[in-house]
């Protein structure tokens, strides 16, 4: 079972940028692909960005293209969220997941979650 630690969330003013941090654990990290989810405060989970095992492919969700890239790290087991031009609609609790492949990611077929780490975005 993976284990997944965030970072890097915080408080940022409208059109800023801020930079996310996800450690995997647990198990090997290039047998999965990853993701990141938000929550924003009475409302629902959204999907936000993927990246395949190897890296070679990335998706996003349509709220965020443009804005946000997500990369990985199998060397060190990481992936990030650089998230640029942030607006308030952002500002949400950001989780790192791990799944079999993007297809399963964006059916909540979902390996591990980690605990959130928060992103307030000030205007």
């Known amino acids: 079972q993976a284990q997944l630690v965030e970072s890097g969330g915080g408080l940022v003013q409208a059109g800023g940028s801020l930079r996310l941090s996800c450690v995997a654990s647990g198990r090997t990290f290039d047998s999965y692909a990853m993701g990141w989810f938000r929550q924003a405060a009475g409302k629902e989970r959204e999907f936000v960005a993927a990246?395949?095992?190897?890296?070679?492919?990335?998706y996003y969700g349509d709220s965020v293209k443009g804005r946000f890239t997500i990369s990985r790290d199998n060397a060190k087991n990481t992936v990030a969220l650089q998230m640029n031009s942030l607006k308030s609609e952002d500002t949400a609790v950001y989780y790192c997941a791990a799944a079999g492949s993007v297809f399963l990611m964006r059916r909540n077929a979902l390996k591990a979650w980690g605990q959130g780490t928060p992103v307030t975005v000030s205007s």
């Open positions: 990246v395949s095992t190897s890296g070679a492919d990335t």
